[in-house]
């Protein structure tokens, strides 16, 4: 690591460079918990996500860019001004790396330039540290933005972008990496808008990161490269279908949300119509990968009338079967212009689809928000991005748009974020990381549907209570850990939490176990839970839309189920060692070394 | 959904085979050919105990979205099926064929069960055992001609017309390799070796 944080104040335009403390390190790793450590000591209570005050804050981890496989990845945090929470978001591709060899492990950027004074930031590894005009590049899509970055900044950089929809705030924009990566999910585009900051340019990074012991971490990365090689989801589905694969195998379990979650089982004949399978054979041109991975599971797709990334299983679901579309050229398309105005996928889907349900129940009057209606699709993409007509109000999300027409319990989101594509009535595990996720419904933070659904790396029973929360648990502290590093969960299909214990002990050349790493994510996540109290979060918030709790399935094999949230709530506080308020205990605090925030 | 007279044949054999201690709690994998399909066991379920859902369709000819689901040697069953004439095939990890293959090239039948089954049963290598790109190029060209074929330090791969014919297969070939074991420890010599009146070596 190079134990440096990079600050830049935009307010004073100032850039300087501040030590990590090794403590920090080794309590809080990186990435993910680098930043939860910063943003929970620098952000006083109630601060509007969307004030100069709220920080971007990217970091890599130990692990970004070393020779452990899929460690291209780096974090940021923020608050979200979709939820109101605290905020983690991850992405791969080259970035990272080229941060860190930069000289910098976090950037953390506070303040806002002048409305009048766009500009981007360019992190040159040659000690230059801008923050350059963009008033021309202001109102550009996130391709246009790159193609002109490119060309004033040479072909080598890597840039991350806001579209139009960060510009107008777009509660569920998000900040795209190569125009076509996103850091997704909460908005995160709209707080970069937010400070008047169009993009984040680095290059010229050369630094190298000496290993001890490099012939050791040299045979670690051969003997995991062979195993992610064999496991067939990591080395033949993902590769070959992209995680699009997913597609008919949730659909299989009943689990596969279609029309805002009124069903979640659709016939072989149609599901096969938006499978991975038939993304392939139709649109496929290559696969791609982020550094250092051998998974490749990124889709570079042409449809005849455009080209582009993706879309990926989650955009694929959101803007295709929960809207009622089984269109695989009008999806694509939608995915694309998503990717260019900078919206996060599964909200801009899973908005419109509530405001689909809300027309269907006739309780707004809009003719082109009917399901299944792929001709209105890109126009209210548009729309929602430059806030125009209706978009102005989908552009605040399913939960504050409803809301509006007093019909809450047709927003399927949980503490402002929309829910993501397997039904949580087909999984219970699963569907209680959706209610008790630190940054809202997530299917990230604690991916129980690996075990319930794939059986990786063993099948569970996914409709059983009793122990699933301490499963749960020791996910979602797994799940914080790797994105501390920073690695890809998908790697976690073949390789163990050994592997990454291994790792970490040969880069950083002391012994770290897997119990340490656990306590590790335990701290991360209990900080995370910290910070949302302060926000005044508790356990009225870690609920699921009423249709989970109250409405059966009416078809496929999840046909009859409804998730017994309260036993499983119940069972997860004990585990976590918080009350049955859900706020984490005295004991607990000592035994993590965090305190309590004001 | 996987029908219930198909289902059950899986679960006598997944049962048996974990009766016998061919396999670990979850390894092995059993498959058999329908209509153009594969049916395979899940990966990550119990060989012993499965259930419907257990049971994953994936396509016959080529690789499907099911590889999410199915077993990891998916593929070399595939190749089995695209390579011989078998129309079931199991995986197990017989302890006793296993053993035999780290010290010998070929396991020879001394039984009478085995010599009319088998006579001889090859026993291949490959770089990597563990994994199933090594298996899928190398096990069908052997099981054209014989009924199983051992993958040295690792199973077998049996191949049969139903899935109670590929485990017939492989229980007969472990009662042989234990026999020839067995017999190997006593160290005493053979008072007749039908192996060399048999022509096995041609076999």
């Known amino acids: 690591m190079n134990n440096k944080i990079l600050n830049i104040d935009l307010d004073s335009k100032k850039v300087s460079e501040k030590p990590i403390e090794e403590e920090i390190f080794t309590d809080f790793l990186g990435g993910r918990g680098l930043g939860i450590k910063l943003l929970t000591d620098y952000l006083p209570k109630s601060t509007d996500p969307l004030s100069k005050l709220n920080p971007l804050i990217f970091s890599v981890g130990p692990l970004t860019g070393t020779l452990t496989p899929t460690s291209g990845r ?56 801008e923050i350059k005009d963009a008033e021309s590049l202001w109102g550009l899509k996130t391709s246009e933005t790159l193609k002109k970055i490119q060309e004033m900044e040479g072909k080598n950089c890597q840039v991350l972008s806001i579209g139009p929809a960060g510009e107008n705030l777009v509660k569920f924009s998000a900040i795209m990496n190569q125009a076509h990566r996103a850091f997704g999910r909460g908005g995160v585009g709209a707080v970069m808008g937010s400070k008047n900051i169009k993009a984040i340019v680095v290059k010229n990074g050369t630094l190298k990161f000496p290993v001890k012991n490099k012939e050791y971490m040299k045979k670690l990365a051969i003997v995991a490269r062979d195993k992610i090689k064999v496991v067939p989801i990591t080395s ?26 009124q069903f979640a089982y659709t016939e072989p004949e149609k599901i096969d119509l938006v499978s991975g399978e038939r993304l392939r054979e139709r649109f496929l041109e290559k696969s791609e990968g982020c550094y250092n991975c051998i998974i490749r599971c990124g889709r570079m797709t042409n449809t005849g009338e455009a080209s582009g990334k993706g879309p990926e299983y989650e955009s694929l679901w959101a803007l295709g079967p929960l809207i009622g579309i089984f269109e695989l050229k009008t999806i694509t398309h939608a995915n694309y212009l998503c990717n260019d105005y900078g919206l996060d996928t599964m909200s801009t889907g899973a908005t419109i689809a509530c405001a689909m349900e809300l027309q269907q129940k006739e309780l707004i009057k809009h003719d082109s928000l009917t399901f299944g209606n792929k001709d209105s699709l890109c126009e209210l993409i548009e729309q929602i991005s430059l806030r125009k007509g ?209 | 959904m996987i029908d219930p007279e198909t289902f059950k044949q899986f679960k006598i054999v997944g049962k048996v085979l974990t009766d016998h201690r061919y396999n670990t709690s979850h390894s092995g994998n059993i498959s058999m050919r329908a209509g153009g399909k594969i049916l395979i066991k899940r990966r990550g379920a119990m060989l012993g105990f499965l259930e419907p859902e257990d049971i994953i369709e994936t396509d016959l000819y080529t690789q499907d979205s099911g590889i999410m689901l199915s077993s990891t040697e998916t593929n070399v069953h595939r190749q089995i099926y695209l390579n011989t004439d078998a129309m079931a095939v199991i995986h197990a990890h017989n302890p006793f064929c296993v053993i035999l293959s780290l ?101």
Not at chain 1, 452 to 466: D, Q, T
């Open chain 1, 74 to 129: 780096f974090s940021l945090v923020t608050k979200s001004p979709l939820t109101n929470t605290i905020f983690h978001s991850n992405s791969g591709g080259f970035w990272g790396p080229y941060f860190k060899r930069c000289g910098y492990d976090c950037l953390f950027i506070k303040g806002t330039l002048s409305s009048d004074n766009k500009g981007y930031i360019l992190i040159d590894g040659y000690d230059k540290i």
């Open chain 1, 236 to 261: 033949q589905g993902m590769a070959l279908f992209g995680t699009a694969a997913l597609v008919k195998v949730i659909n299989s379990f009943g689990m596969f949300p279609v029309n805002n979650y």
């Open chain 1, 390 to 598: 209706i978009g102005n109000e989908l552009a605040e999300g399913s939960l504050r748009f409803s809301r509006k027409y007093n019909a809450q319990d047709y927003a399927m989101q949980v503490k402002g974020m929309e829910i993501p594509a397997y039904d949580p009535r087909g999984a219970f595990g699963h569907a209680l990381n959706y209610a008790v996720s630190s940054r809202g419904a997530c299917h990230l933070t604690g991916f129980l549907v690996a075990l319930e659904v794939l059986g990786a790396p063993k099948k569970i029973n996914r409709f059983s209570v009793r122990g699933k929360s301490d499963l749960l648990y020791l996910k979602q502290n797994q799940s914080a850990v790797e994105d501390s590093l920073v690695t890809c969960k998908f790697v976690g299909y073949a390789l163990g939490f050994e592997f990454t214990a291994r790792f970490l002990s040969t880069l950083l050349d002391r012994k770290i176990s897997i119990t340490d790493l656990i306590t590790i994510g335990e701290r991360i996540y209990t900080l995370e839970r910290l910070f949302n109290i302060r926000e005044g979060f508790s356990r009225k918030d870690d609920i699921l839309p009423k249709r989970f709790l109250e409405t059966p399935l009416q078809d496929g094999p999840s046909k009859g189920r409804v998730v017994p949230l309260d036993d499983l709530i119940d069972e997860y506080y004990k585990v976590r060692n918080w009350d049955e308020n859900g706020i984490p205990t005295d004991s607990l605090l000592e035994k993590l070394s965090l305190k309590r925030l004001i």
């Open chain 2, 103 to 203: 010290i010998e090239d070929e396991i020879t039948c001394l039984d009478a069960e085995g010599i009319y089954m088998y006579r001889k049963i090859p026993v291949i290598e490959v770089d990597n055992p563990a994994g199933p790109t090594d298996a899928a190029r190398e096990v069908p060209p052997m099981l054209k001609n014989y009924p199983i074929v051992v993958v040295r330090a690792h199973g077998v791969f049996a191949k049969g017309n139903t899935l109670y014919d590929a485990l017939q297969n492989v229980t007969g070939a472990e009662q042989s390799a234990m026999l020839r074991y067995y017999t190997m420890l006593s160290g005493k010599p053979l008072k007749r070796d039908y192996s060399k009146e048999k022509f096995f070596s041609e076999w």
